[in-house]
Every structure is written in C-alpha cells, then in structure tokens.
C-alpha cells in the first residue's frame, strides 16, 4: 500500500452531496495534481464527519482539522494555504459549537460503538480501508478454524438477538435453517428500514457495507445457503449505490462467488431495491418483494427457515444483526455477552429523534435506562421543557412515561411495558405533543400502509383512524373511547402480520397512560397540549405585537389584518390554524389557546 | 377471450423511439433474472418516472407474464406512477420527526404558494407536490426533498426561496 504523509477524507452523505461534494472530491484531486501534491495526499470519500448542517465537510488528517462550508472555487486556496503553506485556514474551519446538530457526532457519555465503531472512521467505497482495520478476518477465521456448526454454537452463546424489533436469537433461528434438509438455501438482509424516525441502519449501509457483507457471508456458511439478497428500500439510493460497489469489491477480493478463500464454499449476493411499502419490513412481503410479487405477507408456517425465497429455506436477519457478526466471531462469545443485561445481550442503535437538545444516531449497552439516555447521551429536553412520553418501536411500538424513565432497556422490559425494541427509533416528546393527535398520526401511517390483504388490518385501521381523527376535530362522544378499545383489540387479535397486530399498540398504550387527554378532547372540548386544530384558537398579545405585518404577510388565508405598526388581529372565522403566523413572528406575540 | 384493445397516446413514451429504447433495454438486462418484474420496473420508473397502463401492457408481453401481475406490483408499491409528473417534484417528508417539527405547516404554505393540492402538479408541468415517508434525515426536520437533494430545518417562511430556485 502506497504510503500517503496526509489524507483528506469528504463527507458524501447525501446531504453534503446535495451541497456539492462531489466537486469538492473533484476539485481536491484537480489541485493536488497541479501542485504535484498527489502521490503525497489521498483524497478520500467517506460518511459523516460533522453534523453536514453546514456542508460539504471535510477532515484533514493526521491533524484531524475539520473544515466546512468551501466551495470548489475555494479549494486552491485551501490546498495552497493548509498544504502547501501548512497555514490553517480559520475561515473554513469548522467550530466546535456546545449543541452540534448531528446524526452521528464524537462519542457521547455512556456510549460504546459495536455496530457504528467503523462509520465516519473508514472510506465505505474502499475495501482495503476495511481490510485495514481487520475486516474480512472474522471469515477467515471461521471458514478455516470453526465448523458451521460451531459458528452457530458462537453466534448463539453470544446471545446476539434479531436486531429488527422481533429479537429472536440470531444463533438459533441459523441452526434452524441449517437444520432443514432442502438445498438451495438463501440468506436474507432486512434493510427495509421503514419506521418513521429510524435511520440506523442506513448509517450502517452507508459508512461500513464490508462489516453487513461480512456477517451474510458467516451467515452462510454456517446455514450452508449458496446466495443472498440484500433488500434495501428504494428511498435510500446512496446505501444502494454503496452496497453495490461493495459487493464488486468484496466478489474482486475473492470474499464472494466461487471457492471463498480456496475453499469449497461458494456464495454471492446481490442487491435488491423496494419501491416504497412499508410492509416489506415484514419477512414474508419482504421474501414475496423479491421474488417480483407485490409484497403481501402470508401466514406462517411455513416459516422462511422452511420455505423462503423461490419456496427454499430461508435466514433473514436484519442489517444491524449481520453487522454483529464479523466481531462476535473475532472476538468471541465472552466478549459479546459481557454487554448488555441478562436477558439481551451487547449493544443497541437508537436513532433519537423529536424534542431533544441532541437528536441523531447513538449506540450504547443493553439495559441501560431511558433517562440515560434522554438527560445524558440525548442531552436532556429541548428549550428546557418538560418530558412527556418517548415513542419506542416506531408505528408498531408504543409510549413510554415519567414512570418508565428507570426502566433497564431489554426486550423484555419493554414489551411488559407495552412498548417493544423495534428496530431502535426513539422519539421524544415534550409537553407541547398531543397523545391523541400522536395516536392519530401513527393510525394514519399503519392505514396508509396496509397492504390490504387481510380484513382485519384493511378496514379496522381504517376505522379507528375515523375515530381517532372525530376526536381530534373535537367531535368525540361519550363512549367513543370504549369503541376504540374494542376495535383495537379486534385488529391486533386477528390480523395477519406484524403490522395490524402492531398497530394498535400505539393506541393502546396513549389510552393507558393519557387516558385522560383523550376525556378532555371528549368531554371539554379541548386539547391540553394545544395541537389540535378544531380546538385551537391562535390569539395576538397586544403588548408583544409590533406591527410588523409579517404574520399578515406568510397568513395562507389572509386571517389577518392590521395597519403597519398596529396591533394585528386574527380572524377566528377564516383561520385555519396553521400555525405558520406563530413560527414566524420573531416577538413571540401570538399565542395558542385552547 | 376478448383482448384489451387500447389506443396508444402519441406521447407515451412507447411512442418516443429514445424512451422506447430505455424500456427494451430494461427488459433486456433483466428478464432471464429471477423476480424480473420488480427490476424492470424499477429501472422503468427510475429512468422514465412514470409506468402508463401501455407500458405496463408491453412489459407483461415481453416478461411473458400475465398484465394482471404486472399491474398488481405496479400499484402496490408507493414509488410506481402511471402518470407523468412534473419536471421537478418536492417531497414533504412525513417521518415521526418531521412531523412534530412541523412539516404540516410547510405543506399549507407550499399548497398555497403553488395553489395545488398535494399529489397534484402546476398547470405548466413544472413542479409536483408529494408527501413521502420518512427520509432518514430525521436529525434535520423538518425535511424536504427537492427533486433529490434534501432541505433541512426549514421554515415556512424560506419556502418561496427554494420555490424559487426550482422554478429557475
């Protein structure tokens, strides 16, 4: 490997792609040629240096200096000035602020980075970046030192669970598949991450394929499947772009098609892109997707460790659980079991998102508490309001209270209660959130995206979403609650997947802890939280208002009127409560009653 | 068995030679892989933007599948169209993140702006509004997506600013 005295590594998210990195990339390579600086400095493409607020980003090391905010143009400048004149350039330079809005930032108090310890840190379009930090060790190892059977027996001491929110053990459902006496057997990545408010695995996707690749790969071996797919969903085309030309890297390294390693094993993978349905996160629609079908699942038995794929056994596993592999069979079982709780063993990815001072992507042990992670890794409660619930498990999942905040994470803890692990999102909420209106929110997502195959899930969600929206437009009767109980009960009892078993949960558990949110949009005509529309009102405060008409001006109805310099006044008739005029008004003189 | 008979519009794109050419070749590359239908189409949709029921009829004949199977994946899934879209399209995402920082605003002011609803594209071709799931940018909400670059913490009122930049 040639030896470079300084690398240059560019963010290429898709946000600082958006912001021009590209010609960034470009631009440093043009220069560095011209400055004959080229066999000196590598130029590198990686994911997520900063927070990409202020793109496109860059790093230069061995000084570690963090630039942003250039544009090509301002690239012979920098390459003169830093590397050249080895003058830093404090207008590009990137200031460290207290609160940095970011996915995926420097570690967090109480973190510790399985999954995400390569992202940011290694070049995703490069495999000897990998294979510099050890990568495709952990196959080496079990294709020449274990037994498939032996891999199994690791994988499952390790007390690795199913990532994707399900959390069966990753150990037992191979030894499964293995069992089956069927050939040819498939290995299936989930990387149809579709909960709203979930992007863990894209980061995974995208700054560290190798570490996914790697685990499928011991995956089949130990299973003994021949080929594999990847199924990444369609609104991710830069994990897409990356998965492929990693897995043309690993193929030219000898790492995929025929005898891997000079061994007899063969395996290949290839991507396979969604088009936009949830309900591809569900194994079965997932299988019968890539088999070119619409994705509607189908009841099990038979269970895809019987018949998957093209009717043959197969193991689907989610990327987070893959990408556990590779270190679980370097380092050991021991290693891997000594994280977490009894019960779930090692780390987690959360993506925390919603009302917290520092939202983005964080990786800590299992079993610790949710007010660790909301007041200390999250950095506590937006604007210094108050905590309310946080949303776990995504549409499926349910809300978690004041009362729950000590509640060691595991599988378990959470399903009793009555949430679930999902596949990680957490969104927080303050006191500014209506449950009803979350409730509703979430109705209005599982309904949408139904596949409709099954009665219970194609009308049921459909007519609690009716109840939940007559409530929120203030039109709730008496015993509207009780209908809801039971029809929430109907449609998880009787639904065919996971998707209408799940979505009731996040009604079920609104009404259990904020049951008496829902009495007052009923009874009292009024949303406590001030959200919903139909039991609003926005109000100006005379004092506060100067006048300066830039409410009247963004007001979509033109409910507002007033002289320049006047107090304004809201027309309650023609107001359609948007809320644009209270986002815009830089005095905070209107208000939300209810 | 009665065959459905339907005239061709002169401008789908089974009519335009160049576009014509992007569907065969799609075909081509992928009708002896497995699971064939979803690939095609999604090359289709990718490079043309929209799936029009002729087209559909034309890919079943070249899959040798039945147009019922076809039509099937093509309106099960969110990303197929089968009518054209505007020149440029802007997505609200709906992601849990988003919408409680207050992407419904934005959309109330796009409406407006744009006089459209959403779903809907400009008289002139031009810009469709859509509504998507989530995104994944959820650290940057509220998120929009023009055409396939990502707008983040934006506010209602920078909205014409983007509009702008689009319509230029």
Redesign the interface.
């Known amino acids: 490997m040639a030896f470079y005295r300084s690398h240059v590594l560019v963010c290429v998210d898709p946000e600082c792609l958006a912001k021009g990195a590209h010609e960034i990339v470009d631009a440093l390579q043009d220069e560095f040629v011209a400055q004959g600086l080229i066999d000196e400095i590598q130029v590198l493409e990686t994911s997520r240096i900063g927070g990409c607020a202020n793109g496109p980003e860059i790093m230069v090391y061995p000084e570690g200096i963090h630039y942003h905010g250039m544009t090509a143009d301002d690239i012979p400048f920098l390459v003169e000035e830093h590397f050249l004149k080895g003058r830093v350039v404090e207008r590009f330079r990137e200031v460290v602020k207290p609160v940095v809005d970011e996915e995926l930032g420097p570690l967090r108090p109480k973190e510790v980075r399985v999954v995400l310890r390569n992202c940011g840190q290694i070049d995703p379009n490069n495999i000897e970046d990998y294979l510099a930090i050890d990568g495709y060790q952990a196959l080496g190892k079990a294709l020449f030192e274990m037994t498939p059977e032996k891999v199994i027996e690791e994988v499952l001491s390790s007390g690795l669970r199913g990532r994707g929110g399900a959390g069966f053990p990753a150990g037992k459902k191979w030894g499964l598949t293995r069992q089956v006496n069927d050939n040819p057997k498939y290995m299936v990545c989930n990387a149809d991450e579709g909960d709203p408010g979930a992007f863990m695995n894209r980061r995974v996707l995208e700054g560290d394929p190798h570490s996914v690749i790697e685990g499928m790969i011991i995956g089949a071996y130990a299973v003994g499947a021949s080929y594999g797919y990847i199924y990444c969903r369609a609104e991710y085309p830069v994990a897409v772009e990356t998965l492929n030309i990693a897995i043309a890297q690993a193929r030219e390294f000898g790492f995929l098609g025929n005898n891997i390693f000079g061994t007899d094993f063969n395996f290949d993978l290839e991507v396979r892109v969604g088009a936009g349905a949830f309900v591809c996160g569900e194994e079965t629609a997932l299988m019968a997707s890539i088999m070119g079908k619409r994705g509607e699942p189908s009841p099990r038995p038979p269970f895809p460790s019987v018949k998957g794929v093209w009717g043959k056994p197969t193991n689907n596993n989610n990327v987070e659980t893959y990408s556990n592999v590779p270190q679980i069979i370097s380092k050991g079982a021991a290693w891997y079991s000594s994280m977490g709780t009894e019960r779930s063993k090692g780390t987690k990815t959360f993506a925390v998102g919603g009302n917290v001072v520092k939202p983005g992507l964080i990786e800590v042990p299992m079993g610790i508490t949710l007010r660790e992670i909301i007041f200390e890794v999250a950095g506590g409660i937006k604007d210094g309001k108050k905590y309310k619930a946080v949303q776990t498990g995504g549409p499926m999942g349910g809300c978690l209270t004041e009362e729950h905040l000590d509640l060691p994470l595991d599988y378990e803890a959470l399903t009793e209660a009555g949430s679930m692990m999902g596949s990680g999102g957490l969104v927080v909420m303050d006191e500014n959130s209506c449950m009803v209106d979350i409730a509703r929110f979430f109705m209005d997502f599982t309904q949408a995206e139904s596949c409709g195959k099954c009665t219970p899930c194609r009308v049921g969600t459909r007519r609690i979403l009716e109840l939940l929206q007559k409530i929120c437009d203030g039109l709730g009767e008496d015993g509207d609650i009780e209908k809801l109980e039971n029809l929430c009960h109907e449609v998880s009892r009787n639904s065919l997947c996971g998707l209408g078993q799940g979505a009731p949960n996040p009604v079920f558990s609104t009404l259990k802890h904020f049951r008496h949110e829902y009495e007052a949009h009923i009874y009292e005509k009024r949303c406590p939280a001030k959200v919903c529309r139909s039991l609003i009102r926005y109000e100006i405060q005379a004092p506060a208002c100067t006048g300066c008409m830039v409410c009247a001006r963004n007001c979509p109805v033109e409910a507002i009127s007033g002289e320049r310099r006047q107090t304004h006044h809201i027309d309650a008739e023609t107001c359609i409560r948007c809320g644009i005029c209270m986002q815009v008004c830089n005095f905070n003189a209107i208000t939300v009653e209810s | 068995m009665t065959r459905l008979q339907q005239e061709i519009p002169t401008n789908d794109p089974l009519n335009i030679a160049e576009q014509k050419a992007i569907i065969n070749n799609a075909i081509a590359n992928n009708k002896d892989r ?6 095609v ?2 090359e289709v ?1 990718g490079k043309i933007g929209h799936v029009s029921t002729p087209m559909q009829a034309y890919i079943a004949r070249k899959l040798k599948i039945p147009l019922g ?1 076809v039509h ?2 093509v309106t ?5 169209q089968t009518q054209p879209r505007g020149k440029h399209t802007i997505k609200f995402c ?4 988003c ?2 920082a ?1 992407v ?2 934005l959309i ?2 796009a ?2 702006s744009l006089n459209i609803d959403m779903g809907q594209t400009t008289a002139d071709g031009q810009i469709t509004l859509e509504e ?10 509220p998120v929009v997506v023009v055409d ?3 707008h ?2 934006l ?3 920078k909205f014409p600013q983007i509009l702008k930049k689009v319509q230029s």
């Open positions: 497995p699971g064939a239908v979803m690939l189409l999604n949709q199977q099937g994946v099960f899934y969110s990303f197929f709906l992601g849990t993140a919408y409680v207050g419904s605003q109330e002011k409406k407006q998507c799931r989530c995104v994944g940018a959820c650290s940057q909400a396939e670059e990502i983040g913490h506010r209602p009122n």
